[in-house]
C-alpha cells in the first residue's frame, strides 16, 4: 500500500477517504460515503445503541475497506519497463525487455487513466532520418521504436549510402540489432536523404554531379516524403536524428558567415523542413523527436562552427513547432537533449594526434560532475524516446528532455582544480 493511500485510510475523518476512490466499476465515493453515514444514522439512531456498538461497527467498516484498497493496489501495481541487464561499452548495449502486463484502468475525477505496462507500437510506422552506423542514437532510437512492433524505414545521407546498405546486407549491424524477444530489428526501406535540399530546384549543380551522389535522385526532404507517402501511405513517428557545422572546431569568434548558416541549416531548419513536408502525412496523435544538446544553454570549449546557436534555434524550434503542429494536425514534437556518446560522428570531431577526441573529453568531464558518475549508452536515449513517441506520453509536447545523468543540472564543476580541497 503506498503511503499516500495508507495515510488517507488512517485518518480518523472517514471523508478523507474517499478521494482515492471514484467511480470506475471498483468503488464508487458515493457509495462509501452514503455507507459510512447509513451506519452512523443508524447506531446514532437506535435507542438501545452504546458507544462500543458505534466503535464496533466503524472498526468493521474500516477494516473492509484496509482490505479492499490493499487488494486493488497489490493487483494492479507493475513497472512500465524492465531493467536492463545487458553491459556495454560507451557506445551501446542490448535493448531491455519491457513487461507485457496490464493493469485494471483506474478514473480519477473526469480523467480516464490507463495504466496499462505495454507500449505496442504495432502497426505504426516510424521515420528516422540520419541514421548511418549503428553507433549513434538513431539507431538506438529505431530499435527501441522497432522492439515495441514499429515498422522502421530511414533516411541516410546519400554520400554514405551505398556504404550503410552494405553493411546491412552483410549483417555487420547484426549485433546491435537484437530485440528483446532474441529477433533482429527490420529496416524495412532506406530512403537517401540530404535534409539540407528543401526541393529539388534547391539542388546545385555541383551537388548533383558530385560522385558521391552519382545515380541518386529523389534525396531532398519533399521527394522522401512524397516516395514514404506513396509506399506507407500515412505514419505516426517522425525522428530528425542528424547535425552537421562543417567549421565545428572554431571558436564562434572564428566562425565564418557561411560556416555559421550552413551549421544552422543542417542542424536545425532540416526540423523544420521535415515537419512542413511530413507533417501533412502524418496521423493524428503522432510525435515528431529531435536530439540536441546541453551546448544550447552552457558553454561547451570544442563545440563551435555555430553548432551551440543551432541547438539553442532547434530547442527554440521545438516549442513553437509543438503549438503549431499540434494545432494543424494533432501532432507532438519534443526534443532530447542527450549526454556525450562515442559515437561514429561524434569521435571525428577535434581529432588531432597524440591527444583524446572532443567526444572523449566531453565523456571523461560528464562522468567526473554528473550527479550520476556511470556510463551513458544510445540505448538510454533510445528507451526514453521510446517513451516520448509512445501514448503513455500523449499529453507531452514542446518538452527538452534532459537524458545526460544530470550533467545539465549542475552549476559547479567537481573535478575543477578550485574544489579538489573540497573533494578530498
Known sequence: MTPTLSAAIESTDPASMIDPFLHNGHW?????????????????????????????????????????????????????????????????????????????????SSTKLNMAATVDLKGKVAFIAGVADSSGYGWAIARALADAGATIIVGTWP???????????????????????????????????????????????????????????GYTIEEVAKAVEADYGKIDILVHSLANGPEVTKPLLETSRKGYLAASSA??????????????????????????????????????????????????????????????????????????????AASAIGKEPGQKTFIEYAIDYSKANAPLAQDLYNDDVGNSSLFLCSPLARTVTGVTLYVDNGLHAMGMALDSESMSDRNQ
Open 28 to 108: 464508487s465515493a458515493l457509495g462509501w460515503r452514503t455507507g459510512w453515514r447509513a451506519e452512523w444514522g443508524a447506531a446514532l439512531a437506535s435507542s438501545n445503541t452504546n458507544p462500543s456498538t458505534i466503535n464496533n461497527t466503524m472498526m468493521f467498516s474500516r477494516n473492509t475497506l484496509l482490505a479492499a484498497a490493499a487488494a486493488f493496489y497489490g493487483a494492479s501495481s507493475v513497472s512500465a519497463f524492465a531493467p536492463s541487464t545487458a553491459v556495454g561499452n560507451v557506445a551501446s548495449r542490448s535493448s531491455p525487455a519491457i513487461y507485457t502486463q496490464q493493469t485494471a484502468s483506474r478514473q480519477y
Open 159 to 217: 554520400p554514405v549510402l551505398k556504404i550503410f546498405q552494405m553493411g546491412l546486407k552483410k549483417g555487420s549491424f547484426d549485433d546491435d540489432s537484437e530485440l528483446s524477444d532474441g529477433s533482429k530489428m527490420t529496416i524495412e526501406k532506406v530512403y537517401p536523404l540530404d535534409a539540407v535540399f528543401d526541393g529539388p530546384d534547391d539542388v546545385p549543380d555541383e551537388i548533383k554531379n558530385n560522385k558521391r551522389y552519382a545515380g541518386l535522385d
Open 267 to 344: 542542424s536545425a531548419y532540416s526540423a523544420v523542413s521535415l515537419l512542413q513536408k511530413f507533417g501533412p502525412i502524418m496521423n493524428e496523435g503522432g510525435n515528431m523527436l529531435s536530439l540536441t544538446y546541453i551546448a544550447s544553454e552552457k558553454v561547451i570549449p570544442g563545440y563551435g562552427g555555430g553548432m551551440s546557436s543551432a541547438k539553442a534555434q532547434l530547442e527554440s524550434d521545438t516549442r513553437t513547432l509543438a503549438y503549431e503542429a499540434g494545432r494543424k494536425w494533432g501532432v507532438r514534437v519534443n526534443t532530447i537533449s542527450a549526454g556525450p556518446l562515442k559515437s561514429r
